[in-house]
């Protein structure tokens, strides 16, 4: 995977388009002090998701973005596009058929910034996915800045291995673990959080089959009540019926006697 391209636009210095071409593998650019050669090194780092404004020698993110000059009023916003050659295909994964790639990076005076993959809006993860195990990306060895040879001769033995690490392209592991393991712990806070609703619920059902217990039950007594008031009414009705045929037999007999 070779750089191939970076198109800058409102970036720092560059305030109108420009494209510089890399068109070998050894390419210098030359200029008086303060012209812009380390701003180009800078969009490089930029793109590829440095998230540090003062690793950009800013101080805040919007800082990259065209400031104005004597002559010239501020612009809104700043994007870098990078094109890597992937002829060689030493890319893997989904970008393994593609032949370019295009990453671009884009911030507004607010402070956003949106990526792209050739084209397509992404994550910052993805383009940072994309330059690991490379030894390309904002903070690996593979950019060497002014000062960069003392801090590694300098290095602490921790940053050290940092560097060691990416050479050898474990960094791209360490990440999926470290992510792996965020994963695993947001699954263990779910499943904390499910076992308190279930607590909760089964309180709630003990309570349920309670009121349940006593529905049946005033159920069933209203069953019986009304099967008693069933029988009283029938036996007041054979009462009443027998004290009819008998004053009945009594007003025919009195009939008769008065006949
Ligand atoms: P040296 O040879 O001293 O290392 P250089 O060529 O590396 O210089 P850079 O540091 O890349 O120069 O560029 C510095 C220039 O970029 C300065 O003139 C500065 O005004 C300009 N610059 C940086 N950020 C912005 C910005 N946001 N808007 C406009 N100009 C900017
Ligand atoms: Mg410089």
Not at 109 to 131: H, I
Not at 138 to 157: H, L, T, W
Not at 162 to 182: D, H, P, Q, V
Not at 199 to 223: H, S
């Amino acid at each position: 995977m070779r750089l191939s391209r970076i198109r800058l636009a409102g970036f720092k210095s560059f305030v109108d388009p420009v494209t510089v071409h890399l068109r070998s593998n050894l390419v210098g650019i030359l200029g008086p002090n303060g012209c812009g050669k380390s701003n180009v090194i800078d969009a490089v780092r930029w793109v590829m998701g440095e998230s540090a404004a003062s690793r950009l020698r800013g101080e805040a993110m919007s800082d990259v973005i065209f400031s104005g000059s004597a002559t010239r009023k501020p612009v809104g916003q700043a994007s870098v596009e990078l094109v890597f050659d992937n002829a060689e295909g030493r890319l893997g994964g989904a970008w393994a058929s593609y032949a370019e790639i295009s990453v671009r990076r884009l911030v507004n005076r607010d402070g956003t910034s949106q990526y792209f993959l050739n084209g397509t809006r992404c994550r910052r993860r993805d383009v940072t996915e994309l330059f690991l195990g490379t030894g390309l990306g904002p903070r690996s060895y593979a950019i060497v800045e002014q000062g960069m040879i003392s801090r590694v001769i300098d290095a602490r033995p921790e940053e050290l291995r940092a560097f060691l690490e990416e050479a050898a392209g474990i960094s791209k592991y360490k990440e999926r673990r470290r992510e792996t393991e965020t994963r695993i712990r947001h699954t263990r806070e779910n499943l904390d959080r499910l076992a308190d609703v279930r607590e909760e619920l089964e309180r709630r059902l003990q309570v349920l089959a309670r009121q349940a217990r006593a529905a049946e039950q005033y159920r069933a007594l209203r069953a019986g009540e009304r099967e008693l008031k069933t029988g009283l009414l029938a036996l007041r009705w054979q009462a009443l019926a027998a004290a009819t045929a008998a004053l009945e037999a009594d007003g025919a007999r009195l009939e008769t006697a008065l006949e």
